[in-house]
């Protein structure tokens, strides 16, 4: 049978074999997994559960329910004083997974080079190979913490670039900007005529800093395709709702995807999403607050037993060294699952540059964290 | 309300050692506010809490919310007549209330009859209270936020993106 050739060429997830190897396990303590340990708070959950006693079964329109777009909009407006238009600049999707896809497809033409950080979120390299670009990887390292630097992008630009890909908190580094460093990437942009697609689903956990949408800054909001969703801030991984903002122009465009293909996010996830616009901020300040202690604890408790560590602005990942273990990545995850039971995703997963370290998450309870740590450091001196 | 007390309240059995790790104090400064915050008062006890119907034992007792209506005094208004009845070891809670009763109390008892004969012959004949309402407690659902059920396993895959 003759397969999609881009399709065959999309390496298969390489830790495969590891992640069958956990999901295996049983006792295993798990710093291995992209979302809250939080379940999604009770006012949420109710009035989904309303939501289907009331007869919410239907499909919506297929942008969305035009009262979630509207509750979007005002939340932007008043939260970061993002203005966008519910009616043309707004499109809830199924997750905001599903949202980088659709600008993946709506943005590339044969050939188009695509900017995207490294090591970054699994899926944002293939989507775009899929959609016919050509990705091109910008490392970032421990020692400049994770951070893309203005100049890597200008040199990395040249007459086919694009499109830049940024997330910022990001998965799997924890690493985030300040306005004043993205005021240096929105020059870039606009020099080099790129569009930006923006990653900022982990926007409501950021520790150090005030969150700037990158479509904020002067200039950027025709240029930029702004995503988020409800997973990582309200804890509602499972509800598999997110949105695209930007130009009418793009949405339009990638409405039309939507439509042929999702048709539209389940009306139960929106109605929850409704709420959690709505009454949820309390909880989103609570849980920030408990990643916040999280944090500190994992970051001293790594630097004290002798992994190298970047201190995460954001998210709740860190993203150690573990070069001086004489490892590399799959090793070093493969031993610690099976002589310490103990489960963290490889470096490599997250791109070649990922080798390495390791993504460590701390959404996971202090009692766990604690004995995570005393787990490793007893791996560490075998 | 300080971020360490917020910890400690959540989990009393973290060492001054851990709460120092998770809010970047030198752990003699955590040290020294938890003994101020304990000479103080702030911090009364620490203590466990027991979901007691897991258990399973008949000895568990009974629990009592009792309503008091009672006539505020000159000068001490309420707070006279409530320590008189406070001071009870039987009287768990006390709270005052606005409403159409003034006192709130939460009384424990071996049993039945414990609970009636406290309210009976110590709280009602009172001077100064000028009724009660008893009402016997059947189930906890929920106590300090805590809900009184088994805790969850967790549904999340071990390993996710």
């Excluded at chain 1, 009770?42 to 007869?55: F, M, N, P």
């Excluded at chain 2, 809490?49 to 000068?75: C, F, M, S, Y």
Aim: proline share 4%; charged share 25%.
């Amino acid at each position: 049978m003759r397969i999609s050739k881009r399709v065959e060429k999309v390496a298969p997830s390489g830790i495969r074999v590891f992640f069958d190897l956990v999901l295996g396990m049983k006792d295993v303590i798990s710093l291995g997994v992209g979302e809250p340990d939080f379940i999604t708070p009770w006012g949420i959950r109710e009035k989904a559960i309303y939501s289907l006693e009331q007869g919410y079964t239907s499909y919506t329109s297929n942008k969305g329910m035009i009262e979630l777009r509207q509750e979007i909009s005002s939340f932007l407006k008043k939260r970061f004083g993002l203005e966008y238009d519910p009616e043309e600049e707004i499109l809830i999707t199924v997750g905001s997974s599903e949202a980088f896809d659709l600008a993946a497809r709506t943005l590339t033409n044969s050939g188009d080079k695509i900017l995207v950080p490294e090591p970054s979120y699994v899926s944002y390299f293939p989507l775009f190979y899929l959609a016919g670009g050509s990705p091109h990887y910008l490392k970032t390292t421990i020692d400049n913490g994770f951070k893309l630097t203005p100049q890597q992008i200008d040199q990395a630009c040249d007459k086919n670039t694009k499109v830049l890909v940024i997330n910022y908190p990001a998965n799997p580094t924890g690493a985030s900007y300040t306005r004043k460093e993205l005021l240096e990437f929105a020059k870039i942009a606009k020099k080099r005529d790129l569009i930006v697609v923006s990653d900022e689903v982990y926007d409501e956990l950021t520790y150090d800093f005030n969150h700037t949408p990158f479509a904020t800054l002067p200039g950027m909001k025709q240029k930029t395709v702004y995503l988020n969703g409800f997973s990582k801030s309200y804890a509602m991984t499972g509800f598999r709702v997110g949105y695209a903002c930007g130009p009418k122009n793009i949405i339009n465009h990638m409405n039309k995807i939507h439509q042929y293909t999702m048709l539209c996010a389940s009306i139960i996830a929106q109605m929850a999403a409704i709420e959690a616009l709505k009454n949820g901020s309390k909880s989103v300040l609570q849980m920030k607050k408990e990643y916040q202690r999280r944090r500190e604890y994992i970051v001293g408790e790594l630097n004290r037993i002798g992994l190298r560590v970047h201190k995460p602005e954001g998210a709740f990942y860190v993203f150690p060294s573990i070069r001086n273990t004489g490892y590399n990545s799959m090793d070093f995850a493969l031993n610690l699952i099976k002589k310490r039971k103990v489960a963290v995703v490889p470096g490599t997963a997250f791109g070649p540059s990922g080798e390495g370290y390791i993504r460590m998450a701390y959404a996971s309870s202090l009692d766990n964290l604690k004995e995570a740590i005393l787990r490793i450091s007893e791996f560490l001196k075998r | 309300m300080d971020e360490i007390l917020e910890i400690l309240e959540s989990d009393a059995r973290l060492s001054a050692e851990e709460i120092a790790k998770m809010v970047r104090k030198p752990v003699a400064k955590v040290k020294s506010l938890i003994k101020q915050y304990e000479k103080d008062g702030v911090i009364l006890k620490y203590k466990t809490i027991i979901n007691k119907e897991l258990l399973h034992e008949d000895k568990n007792g009974v629990r009592a919310l009792i309503e008091v209506k009672v006539t505020p005094q000159k000068d001490v208004g309420f707070d006279y007549l409530a320590e008189r009845i406070y001071r009870f070891p039987e009287v768990a809670s006390c709270y005052l209330l606005s409403g159409s009763y003034d006192l709130l109390l939460i009384i424990e008892g071996k049993d039945i009859h414990t609970v009636s004969s406290f309210v009976a012959e110590k709280l009602a004949p009172m001077e100064n209270v000028r009724g009660t309402v008893t009402h016997f407690l059947l189930k906890k659902y929920k106590e300090d936020h805590q809900i009184l059920k088994r805790k969850e396993r967790t549904k999340r895959p071990a390993i996710s993106f």
